[in-house]
């Protein structure tokens, strides 16, 4: 290390009170043991909705935005390697849907009178939805240490498809549908 070496990491804390790297390119940055036992357990857990990921199964780019909402950048190669050196496989999903929780339904509930307690009162809120369901789901694909990713849903009637849009007022409970 050289003289002006030292003289730049001073002014830079003079000016900027703060001496870390700017971020370098190259190789990714490696995982610790402790990510990857953490990986290893949401592989295990399979519910990215638990840590605030809207995703039905945990694949590299889910891993990577939950390191990212954690302060930790982590690229999804790294984390694929370190999949691949845990066991785990890239394997196509089986899908397996469950009914919906009551208790989260009232929760759910809940909040929203309270958020809308304090609007005008010529003020009305709908929540408009819009769905198209298949009897026949389609397969993805997710990580998993099993031999198969089960994923449950319901097998009957072909192929068909249903479109179907609606809304309904939280407060009076009034409903609007359109099926297509």
């Known amino acids: 290390m050289n003289d002006s070496t030292v003289y730049e990491w001073i002014a830079k804390w003079k000016n900027e009170h703060d001496l870390q790297d700017e971020p370098r390119s190259g190789r990714s940055q490696e995982l610790s043991e402790t990510d990857k036992e953490k990986i290893r357990r949401l592989i295990e857990e399979g519910d990215p909705k638990k840590h605030g990921i809207n995703a039905g199964v945990r ?52 909040q929203l009178f309270e958020a809308t307690a304090y609007k005008p009162d010529d003020v009305v809120a709908l929540f408009a939805d819009e769905m198209s369901a298949s009897y026949s789901p389609k397969k993805g694909y997710g990580w998993t240490s099993e031999k198969r990713l089960v994923v449950g849903a319901p ?26």
Do not use: C
């Open 59 to 110: 694949d590299t780019e889910e891993l990577q935005m939950y390191f990212a909402f954690k302060g930790k950048e982590i690229s999804r190669y790294a984390i694929r390697v370190a999949l691949k050196s845990m066991g785990t496989r890239y394997v196509k999903a089986d899908v397996h849907y469950a009914e919906a929780s009551l208790k989260l339904q009232k929760k759910f509930a809940h």
């Open 155 to 180: 097998q009957s009637g072909g192929r068909k498809r249903l479109n179907v849009f609606g809304a309904v007022n939280p407060e009076s409970g009034e409903l609007w549908k359109w099926q297509a």
